[in-house]
Each structure stands twice: as structure tokens, then as C-alpha cells.
């Protein structure tokens, strides 16, 4: 068990006797606090689960977290499935891609849900779903009239849905334009199908199907009250014969757990199935296998019996109950070195000079919530850290103290307008003042606490005093399980809040209350609080953590690859006309930002903040270019309706820095000393950036460590620099791939050039 788990679960069994005496409840130096000011909202009620699930803390984040916000749920995209829950029983629908022009003379695609087929208890008129169970990519609803109950199971990635119920029959109503026959090799099997699809219903032995109207009616045998549905990749026989020898082993649990291989410098990850079989002979279960599981993947389980189309590309189908992937670690480094050329590190200091005198107006400039307050504290910490390696450390101090005091300004509980608070009944740390729902939605924790963890860990890469457990490293550390606890079925918080293990990438919506399922715009945002994590875990002497960041930001940026930017050429339609996602969700692609259409914004919000963790962006420099080519065109769309950025250069610090993840050269002329620059940034870190990769060349990624903090930039000429910091107090013999070998010093970042 982590140490931080330990402290949390023992301060929550406190909270009852210490609320008595004081509405805080200490951790460390600070504290949260047990109740709401009257102004502030609460966080949402999530009544909808059943007895043993109100005992766990609740699963929000999702893509089934609707089903415990609302008597029915919203659409749930388990994919390549549809599911939602309605005062019917489960519709069951396998989307097809449609196209929707939009204002902006592009499209979105969606893959809405259809109710193909619905299960419907006969017997009884289900007063409500609830969730009944989850593992880590399936999920069980229950359908319940007092004590009567239809019992659902719809996974990520699976071809069926397995149902039980404990009272009655069951009824199949078609969707409009499907029909029901029965499969002529067995009489247990229903195809159900239109033009397009093609479903398979098992009935148990001794079941048997009666038309009924527009419906078929199962009748049930009183010891065999299962069922299960599946969509099938073709109507051949042979396809059906596949999916009956799966037809009678529901899933029981789904895990994916993860160890890091250091020699290679892989996260190495084990998806497992756990399946019961009901009749017949033993299965395995059926597992869909996305994009990012299946591309270059050499461990592949057996031979695909099909595919299935899908939002995230071609489903591949397998007879089997595990697979394994291997994703590289391409590594970072927490800061960059001194730039050395006297030029550009004399333009660094005169901006520094400027920006430090105005720092504290710059660490909160738009919103007050945690959200702004987060991204500021990050950004003067960025500053900080520049100061750090140019030598200047007066600059340092002033900046590490301003830093420090807002942190406890808000770490401490004494204010009633910038505060933390526990929340038992959902397991969760919100703040005061909400910003952008993250409260009532419980949005974006992932987001905003990603900020506070890293701007907390650059504090303590200089003042390792001020983040121990018992000052005010301790509520950090709530941060940090609320977002990011790694145990399951907790009752104080739950497992991976944001992280979807199989999809492998983060949610933002906590309720997911949208018929296009839940959502993540930033993905690089998500990264961000990855690469915090890892650097947290590796200053508090936790490698537990920073296994665990290390296993988060390998995968989400796996997916990122895949779902955002699509630098394989897999995943996105050819109907799509934009180059990138900006907006995924469970059922739509969308080239758009939540507050504005505006391309730069569109564009910025999936590499914002652009800090030595982001260089997973060089991964394809001929997608960066094709990137911002699309750009260039876009703008000169929006301009062509009538529209024009404020600031017309929004944001041009952003694509400087992108580019020269490409190109440092190009970047660098890019760059202009008087435009606008991201709110979350400064001009002196932009230069610094900047100016350290002219002088380096670009990342290359391909050369890895046998360490976790790592850096190596190659110059056209094929010169290589690489970079090592050594948390630890002894020196560090390191072996990179490409065969060079340094030791790295204790308690600091060593360059060989």
C-alpha cells in the first residue's frame, strides 16, 4: 500500500471526531475542510448504485459515470457497442459514422447511438438503473423493481453484452428497420439484422425464442437465467459458430495492470479477462483490441476471427482472455540547462528582470478559481526554474517564496474563499472558487491538480524541506490520490479517477451527461499532471508514484498518437477534413474548443503547457509541419468569415516552441519579442526553450536510458547531447541504447555534450 494511501485512510477515519472541534481537518502545515461555504457549490449526488457500490467511492470520470447521476443513464460509448440505459431495459446499438458540416466549413464525425436492439424484462417494470459493478474496462447495470433485477454487462472494446435476470423472461424489441431469424445450425441463436449489421442473440439450452409483435420474447428456463448479445463482424456461419463458443462466458472482471522495464525503458502492460462459463465448453471470452493495442504489436494473442469498425478505427477481434503491449518511455527531464550563447542569454536576463517585478500580478490573471491558480503557479515556478539554472538565484528565491506563499495561502484551510474540501460521499478533493464545473461536474481534476503537483515538485527540486508529508507536502498528496490513487475499489477515493485503462488516455467530464459521452479536450494538459506525478513521486522517495506516472504518461501519450494527431494514418476517417482532434469523445470527433472556434485556440489547447515534458510532440516531425500547415489554412478560413483573433497572434509563444520540436531553427525565427504570448507561460521561459534547442538540435526519441529522468537532442550534424537528473543522493551510472554511458551526479541535472 502507498504511504500516501496509508496517511489519507487513516486521516479519513479522523474526520468525523476532528470536525467537531474545527471545521479543518489538518494535513501537515494545511489542511481541508469538511464543509461548504454557503455561497459554493456541493458536489453532485450520485444515488444511482446499488448497496455495495455506495461503499466505494464513486467512479466518476468515466465512460460510464452517467449511470450513477441519473435515474437513466446517458449514452455510454463502450466501442465498438452503444448502451444506454432507459425505463425499457438496455438499448444496445453498434453506430454508424455520420458526417455533420459545421459552421466553421468543416465537419464533425459522429458515431451516435441507435437503438438496435433493447433488453427488456417482462415481468417487471425496472424503477431505475444502477451501478452494480465496475472493473477496469467493463461495467454492470442493474435494473431493479424491488426485488427484481436485470443485471447488464457491457465492456470497452467487447463485441457483447451479457445480461442476467432473477424473475420472468426477457424481451428483445427491434429497432427500426432490423428483423429477427433464427440461426437454422442451432436454435438458440436469433441473427438480428438490417443492411448494414448484423446481431446474435444466445439463448441458454432450453431456452426458446416466440415472435412477439415487433419483438421476440426469450423464454427463460428457471435455471438458466442468462442471456447475451453480440454484434457480428459478418453474417457467415462460421462467424456465427465463433461467437456461440464465446456466447456463455460473461465477463466477470477486466484489469490492466502495468510494470515498467527499465533496461528497455518500456511500460510493459497486461490486459486480463476473467470470465465464468455458464454451459458448454470452457471459453476464453472475446476481447476487441483498439488501435494503440494492436499497432506494432508483435505479442498480438492469436489469430483475429474479425473486425469491427469503430471512432477509434478498426477493432480487431480475439478469441482470448489476455494481451500485452509495450510502449517506450521516450523520457524527460524536469528543466533545461543554461543557455550559454551571451546573445540570447542576455535576452533571457532582460526579461527575466521584467517579468519577475510583475510576477505576482502574473500568477493569477484571469480566473480566480484552481484551475487559473494552478496553471499560474506552474508558470512562475517555469520562470523560477529559468532563474534557477542562469545563475541568477536572488531572482530564484524571490520567485520559490511568492510561489510558496500562495501555495499556503490555499494549502492551509483558513480562508473560506480559497479552499479545499473532502467530499466522503463521492471520495474527492474539489476547491473553491469553481472554475469550469469542477465542482457540480466534477470536471477536470486531472487538469487543475496537474498544475499544483508539478509547480509543488519544481519547489521541491530546490527546497526538498518544504514538500515533506508533515509541511505541505501532505495535502499535495491529497492531490495526488485524487487523482492518481492506484488501488482499486478504495472507499476514499477511486481507482485512476480520469484514466480509462483500456481506451488509454484520461476523461474530463466527471458526470459524462452527453448522448456523445464523455470527453478530453487538453490532452497535453493530461500529460502535464502525468509528468508532475512522476517527478513528485521521485522527490518524495516514492517509486511506487513514479512507476505509476511513468505507466500514465507513456499511455496517454500512446493515445494521443493514435486519437488526437493520428501520425499513423489509422484512426481518423477519410471524411474527417482537419488533421488533428481537438475535442474526442466517446461518440464524436471535433475540431473545436468549448469556448471559441477560433483555429490558433483549437490548435494550442492539445500542446498547452509546453515545459521539458512535452517533447512526446517531436515524436513526428512531419506531423508538426502538416500541423501547422493546416493552421495556416485555417486561419485564412476564419478570417474569411468575417472573423480575427484577439490578439491577432494569440498564443504565438505556443507554436514557436512547437515547431522547433521540429525544427529549432525555425522555431526560433519565429519567435517575436513583442507577441502574444499563453497565459500559462512567460516571454523568458518561450526564449529559453527557444534558445536550448538551436542550441541542442531537436529531441531524439529514439535513443533511450535505463533511468527514468532522461534527454537526448541531436544537431543536424548528428552531434548528440544527453541529459540525466539523479533524484537520489548517489551517483547514477547510466546506459542509453545508442551505447553512450555517463554517470549522473546526485541531486542534479548532468549534460554530456
Not at 436492439?117 to 474496462?137: C, I, K, M, N, Y
Not at 528543466?335 to 528582470?353: C, F, H, M
Not at 510561489?403 to 480562508?415: D, H, M
Amino acid at each position: 500500500m502507498m504511504y500516501f494511501h496509508r496517511s489519507v485512510a487513516v486521516l479519513m477515519l479522523c474526520v468525523a471526531g476532528l470536525a467537531m472541534a474545527s471545521d479543518i481537518v489538518p494535513q501537515g502545515l494545511g489542511g481541508w475542510r469538511t464543509q461548504v461555504s454557503a455561497a459554493d457549490n456541493p458536489v453532485p449526488a450520485a444515488p444511482y448504485r446499488t448497496a455495495a457500490m455506495l461503499e466505494r467511492a464513486a467512479p466518476t470520470n468515466q465512460w460510464y459515470s452517467s449511470v450513477m447521476f441519473t435515474r437513466w443513464s446517458e449514452v455510454l460509448h463502450a466501442v465498438p457497442l452503444t448502451a444506454k440505459a432507459s425505463p425499457r431495459g438496455l438499448e444496445v446499438g453498434y453506430p454508424q459514422k455520420t458526417i455533420v458540416p459545421t459552421d466553421r466549413k468543416d465537419v464533425e464525425v459522429v458515431y451516435g447511438h441507435h437503438a438496435d436492439v433493447t433488453l427488456r424484462p417482462l415481468a417487471f417494470e425496472p424503477q431505475a438503473a444502477l451501478l452494480a459493478g465496475h472493473s477496469d474496462w467493463a461495467v454492470d447495470i442493474a435494473f431493479e423493481s424491488q426485488n427484481h433485477a436485470m443485471v447488464t454487462t457491457v465492456a470497452h472494446g467487447s463485441p457483447f453484452v451479457f445480461a442476467n435476470i432473477n424473475h420472468g423472461d426477457l424481451a428483445l424489441d427491434l429497432g427500426a428497420g432490423m428483423t429477427g431469424r433464427i440461426w437454422p445450425q442451432d436454435a438458440r441463436v436469433l441473427l438480428i439484422s438490417d443492411a448494414r449489421k448484423t446481431f446474435a442473440a444466445f439463448a441458454p439450452t432450453q431456452g426458446q425464442w416466440v415472435p412477439l409483435g415487433a419483438s421476440w420474447q426469450l423464454k427463460l428456463p428457471s435455471d438458466r437465467r442468462y442471456f447475451s448479445l453480440a454484434i457480428l463482424p459478418d453474417a457467415q456461419d462460421a462467424t456465427v459458430q465463433n461467437f456461440l463458443a464465446q456466447a456463455y462466458t460473461p465477463i466477470v472482471d477486466t484489469r490492466a495492470d502495468f510494470r515498467i522495464d527499465s533496461k528497455t525503458s518500456e511500460v510493459v502492460t497486461h490486459y486480463q479477462l476473467s470470465t465464468q462459463t455458464l454451459e458448454g465448453p470452457k471459453g476464453t471470452g472475446m476481447l476487441g483490441l483498439y488501435p494503440h493495442h494492436w499497432h506494432q504489436n508483435a505479442a498480438l494473442p492469436a489469430k483475429s476471427i474479425g473486425s469491427l469498425q469503430s471512432i477509434r478505427g478498426e477493432i480487431k477481434l480475439f478469441a482470448s482472455e489476455r494481451f500485452e503491449t509495450r510502449h517506450r518511455y521516450t523520457g524527460y527531464v524536469p528543466y533545461w540547462p543554461a543557455v550559454q550563447d551571451e546573445g540570447k542569454a542576455k535576452a533571457i536576463r532582460t526579461n527575466l528582470s521584467k517579468e519577475s517585478g510583475r510576477a505576482r500580478r502574473m500568477m493569477l490573471e484571469i480566473g480566480q478559481g484552481p484551475y487559473w491558480q494552478g496553471k499560474g503557479l506552474q508558470r512562475i515556478s517555469q520562470l523560477m526554474s529559468v532563474a534557477d539554472v542562469q545563475g541568477d538565484l536572488t531572482t530564484r528565491n524571490e520567485l520559490m517564496d511568492l510561489v510558496k506563499g500562495r501555495f499556503e495561502q490555499w494549502l492551509s484551510g483558513q480562508s473560506k474563499r480559497t479552499y479545499f474540501h473532502y467530499s466522503p460521499t463521492l471520495g474527492t478533493v474539489v476547491s473553491y472558487p469553481e472554475e469550469y464545473d469542477a465542482v457540480k461536474d466534477m470536471n477536470d481534476h486531472h487538469f487543475h491538480y496537474g498544475y499544483w503537483i508539478r509547480a509543488a515538485a519544481d519547489i521541491g527540486l530546490r527546497d526538498p524541506q518544504w514538500i515533506r508529508p508533515e509541511r505541505w507536502g501532505g495535502m499535495i498528496d491529497l492531490l495526488v490520490a485524487d487523482i492518481a490513487t492506484a488501488q482499486r475499489g478504495r472507499k476514499d477515493f477511486p481507482y485512476l479517477r480520469n484514466f480509462d485503462p483500456y481506451e488509454g488516455h484520461s476523461w474530463a467530464s466527471g458526470v459524462g451527461l452527453s448522448p456523445d459521452g464523455n470527453n478530453q479536450e487538453s490532452s497535453s494538459e493530461a500529460v502535464n499532471a502525468w509528468a508532475g506525478l512522476m517527478l513528485w513521486g521521485a522527490l518524495q522517495g516514492r517509486p511506487d508514484l513514479v512507476d505509476l506516472g511513468t505507466y500514465l504518461y507513456t499511455t496517454e501519450i500512446q493515445a494521443i498518437q493514435h486519437y488526437w494527431f493520428d501520425i499513423h494514418g489509422l484512426t481518423l476517417p477519410k471524411e474527417y477534413q482537419n488533421v488533428e482532434v481537438s475535442m474526442l469523445f466517446g461518440g464524436k470527433l471535433a475540431h473545436n474548443t468549448w469556448w471559441i472556434d477560433e483555429p490558433r485556440q483549437i490548435h494550442g489547447i492539445n500542446l498547452l503547457p509546453l515545459t521539458s515534458a512535452s517533447t512526446y510532440l517531436a515524436q513526428s516531425p512531419t506531423f508538426v509541419h502538416k500541423n501547422m500547415a493546416a493552421l495556416a489554412r485555417e486561419i485564412q478560413t476564419y478570417e474569411g468569415r468575417g472573423k480575427r483573433a484577439k490578439p491577432h497572434d494569440i498564443w504565438q509563444d505556443l507554436f514557436a516552441k512547437y515547431v522547433a520540436l521540429a525544427d529549432p531553427v525555425q522555431g526560433l525565427a519565429r519567435w517575436d519579442e513583442w507577441g502574444s504570448v499563453e497565459l500559462g507561460d512567460t516571454r523568458t521561459h518561450a526564449q529559453h526553450w527557444l534558445a536550448f534547442l538551436a542550441s541542442v538540435g531537436r529531441p531524439d526519441l529514439g535513443v533511450s536510458a535505463d533511468t527514468r529522468f532522461y534527454a537526448v537532442f541531436q544537431q543536424n550534424d548528428q552531434r548528440k547531447t544527453y541529459m540525466v537528473f539523479n533524484p537520489s543522493t548517489q551517483a547514477q551510472p547510466v546506459r542509453f541504447s545508442d551505447g553512450q554511458v555517463m554517470t549522473a551526479q546526485p541531486l542534479q541535472l548532468t549534460v554530456l555534450r
